[in-house]
């Protein structure tokens, strides 16, 4: 995210003795003659050392020439300036940081996917698959597990014998008060020709430590050290903790479908997740070592003022870019607890010109006339600038001059963003009243309000809705293909009815389509915009009983 914004080559004023050089480096510059323009700006640093238009240029050009580490070292020259403001000195040490990992993405410390495997104890022939079943018992009857499914296909496919079973692990028990975090998979292999019976823990290092005595417990076997971790795959401390998953325990009688206005179990669920993950962030972060700091932690980094200038880039781009509002509601939140200043409005009145991207979030949007604040919005939501597009967005809702198409894209990335089903469907209803303004299509926004009344359990409301497809949108590809994915995420097997309708109205032909897929068929349309998941991705809608 730090490098989404464009840097451009800058001039020096004055009359200082080194400038003549430097203006010949510029020419060479924009003429692409960057290697000499590279070095022409290079050999000025002796005497025009205190220049940010000097490092300035040089880290453009290292970028632009792909040298990172270089690039980086330039940036963070500018960022030690005397006469850099805060905000400059950040985003430029922020910069640099982005340009460290892209130049050794591997540097460390990283959570690295760790394996760990155990032979289990048991006699050979009948008494051992026993011996084993007895065991899967154990494991089955403990509440820090839970059996996974997994696909037995994929392992023959790859020449390998697949478990016998999976298992999930978790920290805790449901029920003792904490939130029951996913710890790491547990496969138990039977006995194979040349191997004996084993247990295998997969999942991250740290995770892995914590549930190697759990494992090792309840089966009664002493696992090994860790397999080599050379080619595993590995994430940042901050993706790991981000990554936290919690048991969601189901109820164990169909909860009552909520009153209208009011949140559904769905909702309540979802936010005990965010609670568990939030918490645990901002509890964990601040004492974990980071990449980003040179393996300090950030609390450790406070106390030095170009590693603080670190953290502070580190929460700033959390807050200006986070895909979720709750993830930048606790990167703001993480600002206070470590002690970093606020974040200051600013007040501008033409900040595609005045003002970097990464600070459009504290814009004072009162004060831009519509076309500018039209203009942040549609740029900070295609850069990806997240929160900043979010109150334009409602800024843009608040000015009775907008258009109705701005409102629709307003409303869309609102929806999207949106924590509650309440909120969702209290937007979707405005967007209904536009898309008869706009002579929109509107199956679309039935399969997105399809999925968030079958989240909420809503059957009167989304028995209306399949109706209205059917009657009105049984014919358009794009909404059938939409609905599909919306059935397939709540459980529904297309493919047993792929011959056939797979919904009243869809013709067989669409429902082969649909069952099928593609790459559009795995791409569901909101009013945000596209929310297909990475490629491969199994969504997974929870439903009430």
């Known amino acids: 995210p730090a490098l989404r914004t464009k840097m451009h080559l800058e001039d020096a004023a004055g009359d200082a003795p080194w400038l003549p050089d430097f203006r010949v480096a510029i020419d060479h510059a924009r003429h692409w003659r960057l290697a000499r323009a590279l070095t022409g700006f290079s050999s000025l640093k002796a005497v025009a050392g205190g220049s940010a238009a000097l490092w300035t240029n040089i880290a453009v050009l290292c970028e632009m020439l792909a040298r990172p580490f270089e690039a980086s070292e330039a940036w963070l ?5 005397p006469d850099a403001s805060p905000d400059d000195a950040v985003e430029a040490t922020g910069r640099a940081m982005a340009l460290e990992t892209e130049a050794d993405p591997d540097r460390s410390p990283l959570i690295r996917v760790a394996s760990r495997g155990a032979v289990l104890r048991v006699p050979a022939g009948e008494e051992g698959s026993a011996a084993i079943d007895l065991l899967e018992d154990t494991i089955r009857h403990d509440a820090r597990c839970e059996p996974a499914a997994f696909d037995r296909s994929a392992w023959v496919a790859r020449n390998a014998a697949p478990p016998r079973s999976v298992w999930r692990v978790y ?3 449901p029920g003792d008060g904490r939130p029951a975090r996913l710890l790491a998979s547990l496969l138990v292999f039977a006995r194979q020709t040349d191997r004996e019976p084993e247990a295998v823990l997969q999942g991250f290092g740290p995770d892995v430590d914590v549930a190697t005595p759990i494992a090792a417990a309840l089966l009664g076997c002493e696992f090994g050290a860790e397999a080599e971790a050379a080619g595993m795959p590995a994430t940042t401390p901050t993706n790991w903790l981000l990554g936290s998953q919690f ?19 769905f909702d309540l669920f979802m936010q005990q997740q965010r609670d568990a993950l939030w918490t645990r962030f901002l509890q964990v972060w601040p004492d974990t070592p980071l990449p980003e700091l040179l393996g300090k932690t950030p609390r450790q980094a406070l106390a030095d003022k170009e590693a603080a200038r670190r953290v502070e880039a580190l929460v700033t781009e959390g807050e200006a870019t986070s895909r979720r509002r709750d993830a930048a509601d606790a990167w703001a939140e993480m600002r206070g607890r470590l002690g970093l200043a606020t974040a200051v409005p600013i007040t501008a009145t033409h900040p595609l010109d005045e003002v970097p991207p990464l600070r459009w979030h504290r814009l004072d949007l009162q004060r831009l006339d519509l076309d500018q604040l039209r203009g942040v919005f549609v740029t900070a939501l295609d850069a990806g600038f997240e929160r ?25 990335l609102l929806e999207d963003r949106a924590l509650s089903s309440v909120r969702k469907l209290e937007i979707l209803a405005e967007l209904r009243g536009l898309a008869a303004t706009l002579k929109a299509n509107d199956g679309m926004l039935d399969v997105t309000e399809l999925r968030v009344r ?5 059957e009167a409301e989304s028995v209306r809705l399949l109706e209205h497809l059917r009657r009105d949108h049984g014919r358009d590809q794009r909404v059938l293909q939409a609905l599909a994915e919306v059935l397939m995420e709540a459980g529904v097997d297309l493919s047993a009815v792929a011959g056939r309708a797979a919904v009243p109205g869809m013709t067989p032909t669409a429902a082969a389509a649909a069952s099928a897929g593609g790459d559009e068929a795995g791409r569901i349309w909101t009013p945000g915009g596209e929310q297909a998941g990475p490629s491969g991705e199994k969504k997974v809608i929870w439903t009430p009983g």
Do not use: H
């Not at 020259?77 to 300036?81: F, Q």
């Not at 900043?388 to 869309?412: F, I, K, Q, T």
């Not at 079958?454 to 809503?458: E, F, V």
């Open 388 to 412: 900043a597009a979010e109150r334009a967005a409602e800024a843009l809702l608040a000015r009775p001059e907008a258009s109705p198409e701005e409102r629709w894209e307003s409303l869309g």
């Open 171 to 173: 920290e805790t028990a």
């Open 454 to 458: 079958m989240q909420r359990g809503d």
């Open 247 to 265: 048991r969601m325990q189901s109820p164990s009688t169909r909860p009552p479908t909520a009153p209208p206005g009011e949140p559904s179990a």
């Open 77 to 81: 020259a500018v960022a030690r300036l």
